[in-house]
């Protein structure tokens, strides 16, 4: 099947007057995103990818939980607050669709099914449009990805080599049936899609197997130098998950709500009685990159690095993943056996004060994101 691209933005308005609110990639004001199409939008297709990830489709930056008080009667409730709308994602790049599923795992599986992700993962629709010319910061193919495949899309549109079109296949059921609704835009027909690929390669062979080992190495306090806290590489990294808890009162009804939060930030670990185990940058950084690249894949069996290189990008003093992968893997050092980790590698629970300091408040993503023996703040981000 192909879409003529003079055929894009009538399928669009089509799509918006639907049921489902449609995002697609834009600018706005001085940034771009996913934003809801209408009058007046800055769509941007051609853009490698937004600024700011699509993860507050599944998991907003502020998302309400419950409203509590007391009714009329004067009896208490608590009412849940989800959002279960159909929501089309159309422009997605095949690294965002591989953030999605990195996502999926935490809030979705090992026994453990986030009561607000869940209705906004099944009411979602995804359109991947594969990548023609990846910027000089992304480095998908190096993390398991490709600039032009999303095998977990629903619909997956790649552009011709002729600049004209692009194929469109659906990959899931429910992508097989939203194309019914396209048909009026579509026609039958193949093309030759266009096959990119990343200029920015970077070799990850033995780098998990190395970071066992690297828990108590000198590199993680020099990287950490460089580093000013600003949390921006947790903000626009589509695959960061943490989340805080908050509640509004106001007399005898209030909300809770939960927003994004950042591994980079001293308050991030403050725990009750003013107790800290990563009070310092250090051990911060530290957690952040063996998170992405070592403790997930431990849980998970992948990387939480996708290689979309927003973080490369953006990051202020220019600390970039990709070239400390590429320092780990020129680092001589001996492979990591099971037991060698089993019984060299100091784990969160041999800070100094972790057995003795209150439990940490636990989020529920955080929980299902950690190894057992640390708390849910530990492993965060
Ligand atoms: S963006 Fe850079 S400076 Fe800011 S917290 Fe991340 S690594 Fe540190
Ligand atoms: S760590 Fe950086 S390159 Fe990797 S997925 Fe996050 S933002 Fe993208």
């Known amino acids: 099947m ?21 995002y697609v990639p834009a600018r706005v004001d001085a940034t771009s995103r ?15 990818s937004t ?8 998991f907003p930056q502020t998302q309400k939980m419950y409203r509590y008080g007391f ?43 986030d009561e607000f992700y869940t209705p906004r993962r099944e009411k979602l629709l995804t359109v991947v449009i594969g990548c023609t010319a990846p910027a000089e910061t992304c480095f998908c193919s190096s993390m398991g990805g490709a600039t032009d495949a999303a095998p977990t899309a629903d619909i997956q549109l790649n552009e011709t080599t002729d600049g004209a079109a692009y194929t469109v296949k659906a990959h899931t059921e ?4 939203a194309l019914s609704d396209w048909e009026t835009f579509t026609s039958d027909g193949d093309g030759d899609p266009i096959k990119a690929s990343c200029s920015l390669v970077v070799s990850m062979d033995g780098i998990k197997e190395k970071l066992d080992t690297m828990y108590d190495h ?35 009804e209030g909300e809770r709500f939960r927003s994004w939060d950042s591994c980079m930030f001293s308050s991030y670990t403050l725990m009750a009685g003013h107790h800290n185990p990563r009070a310092d940058k250090m051990p911060r950084v530290r957690q952040r990159f063996l998170h992405k690249l070592c403790f997930f894949e431990d849980r998970y069996g992948r990387s ?78």
Request: charged letters at 25%.
């Open 2 to 22: 192909i879409l003529a691209k003079d055929q894009l933005t009538g399928l669009l308005d089509h799509l918006s007057t639907g049921q489902a609110r449609l």
């Open 34 to 48: 996913f934003a809801l199409y209408g009058p007046g939008i800055k769509t941007a297709f051609n853009l490698v």
């Open 51 to 58: 600024m700011m990830p699509p993860k507050d489709l599944l």
């Open 71 to 113: 009714d009329a009667e004067g009896v208490p409730f608590i009412d849940p607050v989800h959002d279960d709308d159909e929501v089309i994602a159309f422009g997605l790049r095949p690294c965002d669709m591989a953030s999605i599923d990195c996502m999926d795992e935490v809030f979705l599986t090992k026994g453990y099914a």
């Open 174 to 177: 429910k992508g097989e049936a």
């Open 218 to 252: 000198p590199l993680w306090e020099r990287i950490a130098r460089k580093c000013v806290t600003c949390g921006t590489c947790t903000y626009v990294c589509p695959t960061c998950h943490c989340f805080d808890i908050g509640q509004n009162n106001r007399m005898k």
């Open 304 to 381: 939480l690095c996708v290689g979309c290189g927003r973080c490369v990008e953006k990051c202020p003093v220019a600390l970039d993943i990709t070239e400390l992968i590429d320092e780990i893997g020129a680092l001589d050092l001996p492979s990591a056996t099971d037991a060698s980790r089993a019984t060299d590698v100091p784990r969160a629970t041999d800070a100094p004060g972790a057995t003795d300091a209150p439990p940490a408040v636990a989020s529920a993503a955080s929980v299902a994101d950690a190894p057992p023996a640390m708390t849910a703040k530990e492993v965060g981000a």
